[in-house]
């Protein structure tokens, strides 16, 4: 290959030392590092919860923890991943680090909020770390009322202090990225010649700032109700139990479309990378972003198909839930078009797109199952509904997440990864996932419903087999975190742009100058046009 | 090129390349921020909603026990408080320093005159025992449950205003400073411009928490 | 090694929603293998062969396409769409002749209470062929009956009650989840259904401690707690008379109407303040508190037994009701 010039180069990475010019940094690069690692630690606490889950279903007695334990790691489990690891992942890292680059600026409009957003999330992850270590929550982690205002003898308040700070740790970040994305693009840089990575963390921001606070308003009504008796959810003086959950889903249904759509901003990035052809159907994937934004607000009475709310409701949030799924098929549709008459290779990035096309249609087809009330009526509060959700956001989510951290890896670093163990581990993954959950949704046809402790033992042989398939799903997440720290270390160095990829990113150096490009780019065409990169770019500047 | 305009405005942070763009992006910043407001306010109103709806007389019948003269006078001193609020803000526009470390002093004063009125009123809920928790009573309601869902909702919805009036004090502190040790100028008093912003908007609030909570008992009398 | 794969089909339901699921599947498969092997075959048609580093050429479809790929999938959830609504619309009208059988939950356990006053606990009997109308409270969190066989699944909410309804096709036992976390034992509040022959439903229904039907215990109550001292059946007290109150639509203070179903009863014992009768005083006190959920649900059915029954539900017209519920 070539010369380590980046070496000597100043980056962002070598411009300053020591633990304060981090902690204090306002370089929206190291932010995303910052990130980077909370997120991976709470990764992992939350792994750590899901392998003893697993484990202890192996049996249908319960002979691992006794069932008040058992409550509080499922509960615990759902929030660490949710709250501290999902929400704030991909658009918190990846976003942070690239978006600035991508529309050719120096930084993010407000680059000390954007810090304040990462404090904001280590603050609330001590207060929920804090109430786990104390004991733990057992509400699951949806919180539902009267159980977790009156009944619940658990660390329910300083739980959802922490959700609630670090629900404005996303909502910062949200407002970041409207504003920078608004106000900071670069000359030629138009709304339609923007990747659409940024469309669609856009759209994800406008969630985020919407549908953030009313989480924030309802917890805090949680906690007047625990702390004053209220009576606001509680029927005996008054109070209707229900509204909180319509309260709760207003923001945890809009919530996993937070958790998606960055991910499929990633995977439009990497199948055009790797196909060399422009995204077939841009606008159409752009505009099916802000739909997704946008319906998604209007179809939380999906999770309440049983919950006495009137059938009426139900037809109506039914078909809206149907109309959200439109928008994702239209993107699937044109991913897979982009492939035709393409020149398509086979890296890493490229398998976990691969098999984030795949995961994200059985996991968004049985999204199909749940929307359709009279199935509903039989699955949910079933592990189908698990097996559902765990097929988007794990198999979905966060092989995304990998396959954006391994692309942009380089460039972060400006090291490559060793390209052998990252395929295996891309294919232990995806074996494993598949492993782990398609079994969940035979259950749950079966009716086993979710969150049971102990289980009748006719369902044994599949829990057998999900927790199998945990166990290997779990190698294959360990390994990247191995060699991905080993290669920051010995990788071989990366120049610009390993992978003659679109984009201003790759324009710049790996790592990056401090302020990103030493001369801000002027822009000329659109996003994906591979004729301007077919020599691989060895050095800038 | 973008050095020249950081070198000619100081104020000027290194990831803007313009002033004009400063401002546009602090400007837009702050309304998107309000939105959230709207939303995080928004779900406590829609616990009012349809709690009202649920029991309307037992809602009106608490509401008459909040002094309407009061709570409107309060209205008055708020309205009167974003007057001087935008003094100051036209003040900052033309340069006029001194107009607007005055306005914001005022807007400051009628802010603590609201909050100290509030606070009155808060005592005197307390003293009748309208606060919910174990002592709450509310004489003539067959239903206690709604009634201390109505002061519930007052004291919560009140109190995030007030939480809320309280920050913009310290936001009005932080330009009380900043404008006495001459940082704004006509060119440059964004901080000034979005800071009055915030403060109209918690009028806002208010604006809306009076009628529902102060007048839904009119058609008692 | 048997996996189960299916549970049993035991409703009226459960061939509806399965025939429903069925159709979801092949949709399903039909698109997870067309996207599978679309992906599959361009990306070896396409790979980027040795030699071969041109930029391929961009490829432009009109609108016409994507809009056919939306308009088809959308027009097969609408199907999705119309065909679940049209269950769930079902289920959520139970035929007037149903039977019905009370059920109060409490952390961890479900209690049944028929109307002839047999009383059951995490175990339910019914007769097989004849819809059953379940009206559903729960005294503390919110629960949920869920029974994998019938289909059916509803929550269990504190302060309201709320139905679920089936006809059991096949006799046999199934199981009863609760389906809604509710605390520690969760997993262990289930419990059995039984789907008897008639004959071993009267038979069952015959045994058993003589406790006195819902609607005897609840006369009993209603004359212990004094109702009867306002409620007087001749209109002459102070309060409204019960007799053939229950079903109709009451006029109440204000100029609104209520229908007296099973809530509204409920609702007049322990919120008497919520629905006024037009004409009288709010003068009823609450008696929240002093009776059970169980002991509302006996002074309901006592209520309900104050309307005469309509003549057309003669036997011979049971026999028909039953035979015609699909």
Same mark, same amino acid.
């Given at each position: ?541 | ?221 | ?13 459960? @061939?509806?929603? &399965?025939? =429903?699921?069925? %159709?979801?599947? +092949? ?5 997870? *293998? ?59 009208? @139970?035929?007037? &002749?149903? =039977?019905?059988? %009370?059920?109060? +939950? ?5 209690? *049944? ?67 809604? %976390? ?145």
């Amino acid at each position: 290959m070539t010369t380590p010039v980046a070496q000597e180069q100043e980056n962002y990475l070598n411009n300053s030392y020591g633990l304060k010019s981090w902690l204090l940094t306002k370089d929206h690069k190291r932010i995303a590092l910052l990130y980077l690692a909370t997120i991976t630690l709470f990764f992992f606490i939350g792994g750590a919860f899901a392998t003893l889950i697993r484990v202890e279903l192996l049996t249908p007695q319960g002979d691992l923890v006794s069932s008040d334990i058992y409550n509080r790691l499922f509960t615990m489990h759902g929030i660490t991943m949710i709250f501290f690891f999902l929400i704030p992942s991909i658009p918190a890292t990846l976003g942070n680090f690239l978006i600035p680059m991508m529309i050719g600026a120096r930084d993010l409009a407000f680059p000390r909020i954007n810090l304040l957003s990462w404090y904001l999330l280590v603050v609330g992850g001590l207060f929920a770390l804090f109430a786990m270590l104390a004991g733990g929550v057992d509400t699951g982690w949806t919180f539902y009322t009267p159980y977790s205002t009156t009944y619940s003898n658990s660390w329910v308040i300083a739980t959802a202090l922490g959700i609630f700070v670090a629900g404005f740790s996303s909502i910062l970040t949200g407002l970041n990225f409207i504003v920078t994305i608004h106000r900071m693009r670069a000359p030629g840089m138009t709304w339609f010649r923007l990747p659409l990575f940024v469309w669609a963390h856009y759209a994800t921001a406008v969630i985020q700032v919407l549908g953030t606070p009313v989480l924030a308003v309802t917890l805090i009504l949680v906690l007047c109700e625990r702390l004053f008796h209220i009576g606001i959810f509680d029927p005996a003086l008054g109070g209707d139990p229900v509204l909180f959950q319509h309260l709760f889903w207003f923001y945890s249904h809009p919530a996993v479309y937070i958790m998606i759509l960055p991910a499929m901003g990633v995977i439009s990035e990497l199948i055009s990378t790797f196909s060399r052809k422009a995204i077939f159907g841009y606008h159409f994937v752009a505009g099916s972003s802000i739909a997704i934004a946008v319906f998604g607000f209007l179809v939380w009475g999906h999770h309440l198909f049983v919950s006495t709310q009137s059938v009426y409701a139900g037809l109506v949030f039914s078909f809206l839930s149907y109309a959200v799924a439109i928008p994702s098929a239209i993107k699937v549709f044109n991913w897979t078009a982009t492939l035709y008459k393409g020149s398509i290779s086979f890296e890493t990035p490229m398998l976990y797109a691969f098999g984030f096309i795949g995961l994200f249609t059985i996991g968004g087809l049985t999204g199909l199952f749940v929307a359709s009330l009279g199935i509903d009526v039989h699955v949910t509060d079933t592990y189908f509904v698990v097996a559902h959700f765990h097929y988007i956001m794990v198999g979905g989510a966060i092989m995304a997440f990998l396959g954006g951290l391994h692309f942009w890896w380089p460039k972060i670093t400006g090291r490559m990864y060793p390209e052998g163990w990252a395929k295996l581990s891309a294919g232990i993954v995806f074996l494993g996932f598949n492993g782990t959950f398609f079994p969940q949704f035979i259950l749950g046809y079966l009716g086993m419903p979710r969150r049971y402790h102990v289980y009748p033992p006719e369902f044994q042989v599949l829990h057998v087999m999900s927790t199998l398939g945990a166990s290997v799903l779990a190698v294959g997440y360990l390994m990247p975190m191995v060699y991905l720290a080993w290669s920051w270390k010995y990788g071989p160095l990366a120049g610009p742009n390993p992978y003659r990829a679109t984009g201003l990113e790759w324009k710049t150096a790996s790592p990056p100058p401090l302020h990103n490009f030493d001369e801000l780019p002027v822009v000329t065409h659109g996003a994906y046009d591979y004729s301007t990169v077919t020599e691989e770019v060895t050095s800038v500047g | 090129m973008a050095d020249h305009a950081h070198a000619a405005s100081p104020a000027l942070q290194v990831q803007f390349d313009t002033a004009e763009q400063q401002k546009d992006a602090s400007t837009l910043g702050m309304w998107v921020f309000l939105i959230t407001e709207v939303m995080f306010f928004g779900g406590m109103f829609l616990a009012y909603i349809v709690y009202r709806a649920a029991y309307p007389d037992i809602f009106a019948l608490a509401s008459s026990s909040l002094n309407v003269y009061i709570g409107a006078a309060n209205t008055a001193v708020l309205l009167c408080s974003s007057f001087t609020m935008v003094l100051g803000v036209r003040a900052a526009q033309l340069g006029q320093k001194k107009a607007l470390a005055i306005n914001i002093v005022l807007t400051m004063l009628l802010g603590f005159v609201f909050l100290g009125v509030k606070a009155f009123e808060w005592r005197e809920k307390f003293i009748e025992h309208h606060v919910p928790g174990p002592s709450f009573h509310f004489a003539g309601a067959a239903m206690q449950g709604p009634a201390q869902l109505f002061f519930s909702l007052y004291f919560a919805m009140t109190g995030l205003h007030a939480l809320h009036m309280v920050i913009g004090a310290g936001i009005m502190t932080w330009l009380l400073i900043n404008s006495i040790r001459g940082k704004y100028s006509a060119e440059y008093m964004t901080p000034v411009d979005i800071g009055g912003l915030y403060w109209h908007f918690v009028d806002i609030i208010w604006i809306f928490l009076f009628p529902l909570f102060y007048l839904i008992d009119r058609h008692l009398k | 090694m048997k996996i189960p794969l299916f549970p049993e089909q035991a409703s009226t339901f459960a @061939p509806d929603v &399965d025939n =429903l699921y069925f %159709y979801l599947i +092949a949709v399903s498969v039909f698109f997870t *293998l067309l996207i599978f092997s679309a992906v599959f075959f361009l990306a070896i048609k396409y790979r980027r062969r040795s030699g071969n580093d041109g930029v391929p050429k961009d490829v432009h479809a009109g609108i016409l396409l994507e809009v056919v790929w939306s308009v088809i999938p959308f027009g097969l959830a609408m199907v999705m769409f119309g065909w679940g609504a049209e269950i769930f619309f079902r289920e959520s009208r @139970p035929p007037k &002749d149903a =039977l019905s059988i %009370y059920v109060v +939950a409490k952390q961890w356990m479900w209690k *049944l209470e028929h109307m002839e006053g047999q009383r059951e606990i995490n175990e339910l009997h019914i007769p097989v062929g004849r819809p059953i109308r379940l009206t559903m409270t729960s005294e503390d969190v919110i629960h949920s009956f869920y029974v994998p066989a019938f289909r059916t699944k509803q929550d269990v909410v504190p302060g309201r009650y709320s139905t679920t309804w089936f006809t059991p096709t096949q006799t046999g036992k199934y199981h009863l989840f609760c389906a809604e %976390y509710c605390g520690t034992t969760h997993s262990g509040m289930i419990g059995w259904v039984y789907v008897l022959s008639p004959e071993d439903y009267q038979d069952w229904l015959s045994g058993g401690k003589k406790t006195g039907t819902l609607a005897e215990r609840g006369e009993k109550l209603f004359n212990d707690l004094a109702c009867s001292n306002c409620h007087k059946p001749d209109n002459s007290g102070r309060c409204p008379t019960l007799v053939s109150v229950f079903g109709s639509t009451v006029k109440l203070v204000g100029g609104a109407t209520a229908k007296a179903d099973e809530a509204y009863i409920r609702e007049s014992i322990l919120r008497p303040d919520a629905k006024v009768v037009f004409g009288y005083q709010p003068l009823m006190p609450t008696f929240q508190g002093q009776v059970t959920e169980e002991d509302v649900l006996e002074l309901v059915e006592y209520v309900k037994s104050l309307t005469p029954k309509p003549p057309a539900l003669a036997p011979a017209a049971e026999n028909k009701a039953q035979a015609s519920n699909r």
